[in-house]
């Protein structure tokens, strides 16, 4: 069964450098999406992205964030300058249709879990 | 604005007896609602999800969740725990009016499964 793919597993970073998270969605999908969780706390909603532009975004994804589709597989989130308070688990995940409706289902990822010192 | 909240942080059952996960949503509409799962170290995996077909919906592993409207809830159940079962259980409803249906997570349950 075709999955959501990331990478690095985890990822340490000294606070104000770039990090860059990957992802590869599964592969007949439109609709990609990023999620983080700080530990002890809710999963949260970033930001959607389809047909190469960013569709939604939250109050979260200010312009320290970056997401881009670099070729036909890969979807990858930057933060260019990371904070302390960036340490969480981010999640990818795609659908195959737009979820306007409410019942699309999206396809998560493991998760990459990034630490910033 | 939609929301889900699962009323147990940390639910503990023996294997071979009944699970119960509680999720109340508040929305102003009927909403879908997902319940997904998550094992150490694996993804979000969605377990069943509730688009207003029918109110009692079975998802995978033996799984199945009941939409109350009356009780604004979507309870997760299961007959028989399994030792496989112990994972976070997230309760989930996309947040209405979203162009591209950004998700809104409940706060987690653990659950633990003892032999």
Same mark, same amino acid.
């Given at each position: ?37 700080? %530990? ?5 909603? %970033?930001? #959607? ?8 975004? #939250? ?17 990858? %989130? ?8 960036? #340490? =969480?688990?981010?999640?990818? =995940? ?19 879990? %990034?630490?910033?010192? | ?5 699962? @009323? ?35 993804? @979000? ?6 688009? /207003? ?22 309870? @997760? ?6 030792? /496989? ?17 950004? @998700? ?12």
């Amino acid at each position: 069964e075709p999955e959501v793919t990331q990478t690095p597993s985890h990822q340490v970073t000294q606070m104000g450098q770039e990090v860059i998270l990957r992802c590869v969605p599964i592969s007949n999908h439109l609709y990609f999406y990023w999620y983080r969780q700080i %530990l002890g706390q809710k999963v949260e909603f %970033l930001v #959607s992205f389809y047909n190469n532009e960013i569709s939604e975004k #939250s109050e979260i994804f200010d312009d320290q964030f970056s997401v881009e589709r670099p070729d036909g597989s890969n979807f990858t %989130l930057k933060i260019r300058s990371t904070k302390l308070e960036d #340490s =969480a688990m981010y999640f990818c =995940a795609s659908s195959k249709r737009s979820s306007t409706s409410g019942g699309e289902t999206q396809y998560f990822g493991p998760g990459t879990r %990034l630490l910033v010192l | 604005a939609q929301s889900v909240t699962q @009323l147990d942080s940390h639910v503990s059952v023996s294997e071979g007896t009944p699970v119960l996960l509680r999720c109340n949503y508040s929305s102003s509409y009927s909403p879908s609602l997902f319940w997904y799962v998550q094992h150490p170290n694996k993804g @979000l995996q969605l377990l069943l999800k509730y688009t /207003s077909a029918a109110t009692l919906v079975k998802g995978i592993n033996g799984f199945e969740a009941e939409f109350k409207k009356s009780e604004t809830s979507f309870h @997760l159940t299961k007959p028989s725990a399994h030792m /496989s079962d112990a994972a976070e259980y997230f309760c989930v409803v996309p947040l209405q009016g979203g162009s591209q249906g950004n @998700l809104i997570f409940g706060k987690g349950t653990k659950l633990s499964v003892k032999p």
